[in-house]
């Protein structure tokens, strides 16, 4: 699953030409179904995903503050 959205991400946004088979992929059930895939992980080795990713998130706030800023890709 996520490299079918890393794949997408790549020729859509990245340096890679999209192929004309990949255009009518859609980005957000790739996406959804790396989140379903991620849940059902945390749920069968009993991972808090919520308490998991608040720590992530606030790690990240403090280190990637500008980490992207001015990158014209991302607007």
């Known amino acids: 699953e996520v490299g079918e959205v890393a794949r ?3 020729r859509r946004y990245g340096e890679q030409s999209e192929k ?3 255009k009518d992929k859609d980005l957000g059930e790739e996406l959804a179904d ?3 895939v991620v849940l059902c992980l ?3 080795t ?3 995903l919520e308490k998991a990713f ?3 998130m606030s790690l990240k706030a403090k280190r ?3 980490r ?3 990158n014209e890709k991302l607007k």
Do not use: L, P, R
Request: charged share 30%; no cysteine.
């Open 8 to 10: 997408i991400i790549a």
């Open 20 to 22: 004309e088979s990949d």
């Open 34 to 36: 790396v989140i379903f």
């Open 42 to 44: 945390a749920n069968q």
């Open 46 to 48: 009993g991972v808090d």
């Open 54 to 56: 608040a720590k992530k």
């Open 64 to 66: 990637d503050h500008d």
């Open 68 to 70: 992207h800023h001015g």
